[in-house]
């Protein structure tokens, strides 16, 4: 069974600070697909990024970046000089292909909420 | 916008009746996912849909069921509602059926069961 823990229930920051959310997946599965998402007050969930596996390559985003460990079995994400629009629930996903269908396994979320 | 048109927005029902919820994927994509978002449960994957073929099944209980349509639109059927039934549910379509292909997620259904 997969399994996504984002230990962080809820962050505060003030503007321009840089802000790491963190998410700890589990799975058995060598294949994996792991995202983040964002949820903004209106509802929607927005896609971030998805990495796979076999890429363990770093990556920046504009003010965004994400930090993928193997070897910790971690997949952290990174805003940069936050901001006020950056308020949102952030969620961390893990899809692991059974050969049927898929599904993406989400982390409980972690609210960040940055103040002026 | 991400292309993937849910309706309606909001609904509110009463105890033990039975809702429609409709999902337009994005144009070209033939997976169509649902999932219930809640307070109590977080988000869970409820099916997954692949070009009018059931492939994959989560926590959906009997009560609900799913299809999807030649056209490729699918809708959600909850019946016997109950008011833990209360949840902002989710479709999300994909072009692939595979996680190496994002899911991009509507705007959400909000149900109010009273």
């Known amino acids: 069974a997969q399994k996504v823990t984002q230990a962080q229930t809820e962050i505060s920051v003030v503007e321009k600070e840089d802000v790491t959310l963190d998410c700890v997946y589990e799975?058995?599965?060598?294949?994996?697909?792991l995202f983040w998402y964002k949820q903004p007050p209106s509802g929607e969930l927005v896609f971030l990024i998805r990495?796979?596996?076999?890429?363990?390559q770093n990556e920046i985003s504009g003010r965004y970046s994400w930090n993928f460990q193997k070897s910790t079995s971690s997949f952290n994400f990174t805003i940069t000089a936050s901001q006020v629009v950056d308020s949102a629930v952030y969620f961390c996903?893990?899809?692991?292909?059974?050969?049927?269908?898929?599904?993406?396994?989400f982390g409980t979320g972690t609210q960040l909420k940055v103040e002026l | 916008d991400s292309g993937v048109t849910q309706t309606p927005k909001h609904l509110i029902t009463a105890t033990g009746q039975r809702v429609t919820l409709r999902c337009s994927p994005r144009s070209g994509d033939l997976s169509v996912y649902w999932y219930q978002q809640s307070l109590d449960q977080g988000l869970q994957f409820l099916i997954h849909?692949?070009?009018?073929?059931?492939?994959a099944k989560g926590n959906i209980l009997e009560r609900f069921s799913a299809q999807q349509f030649p056209d490729l639109h699918s809708e959600l059927n909850l019946s016997s509602l109950e008011l833990g039934d209360s949840a902002l549910y989710f479709c999300a379509s994909s072009v692939g059926i595979g996680g190496n292909t994002e899911a991009f997620f509507g705007q959400g259904t909000r149900l109010t069961v009273v």
């Open positions: 799975t058995r599965d060598t294949t994996y697909y």
């Open positions: 996903a893990l899809s692991v292909y059974t050969g049927g269908g898929n599904k993406l396994t």
């Open positions: 990495r796979n596996s076999f890429d363990e």
């Open positions: 849909y692949y070009n009018g073929e059931e492939r």
